[in-house]
Structures are given as structure tokens and as C-alpha cells.
């Protein structure tokens, strides 16, 4: 995986694609595509939790309530 100056965490992986934690959006982390990640420091409900959309460092935004 590359990496800049995000930290991260997996947490489990299940056939390639897992739940991994970190701080800060996950822009320079390749993943397994459905692989999501839990920003730790996240200050609004759009940058809290991701979604891996192509294998690569490509991720979604959830938007989370409240």
C-alpha cells in the first residue's frame, strides 16, 4: 500500500477487501476495491467513513448523519 503521511490501520480483511482506520481522508492509499476506511479525525459527517471504488487509491465519501 502506498502511503503518505496518513496513518493506517487494518483492521480485518476478508478475500482482499477489509476495514482499515486512520487520520485523514485516504487519497494516497491503494486498496482493494469495497474496502472501506474509517477516518479516526474526521470534523464533519462527509469525511468520516470511505469506500474503495476501484482497486486503486480511488475512494467514495459517505455521508453520515449526526
Known amino acids: 500500500m502506498a502511503l503518505n503521511s496518513i496513518n ?3 483492521l ?3 478475500q ?3 476495514i482499515m482506520r486512520g487520520s485523514g481522508a ?3 492509499i491503494t486498496a482493494q ?3 472501506l476506511y474509517v477516518n479516526l ?4 459527517t462527509t469525511t468520516r467513513l470511505y469506500i474503495n471504488t476501484d ?3 480511488t475512494w467514495g465519501a459517505f455521508t453520515a448523519s449526526a
Do not use: L
Open 8 to 10: 493506517y490501520d487494518p
Open 12 to 14: 480485518d480483511s476478508i
Open 16 to 18: 482482499g477487501a477489509g
Open 26 to 28: 485516504p487519497t494516497s
Open 33 to 35: 476495491k469495497g474496502t
Open 41 to 44: 479525525t474526521a470534523s464533519s
Open 55 to 57: 482497486g486503486s487509491t
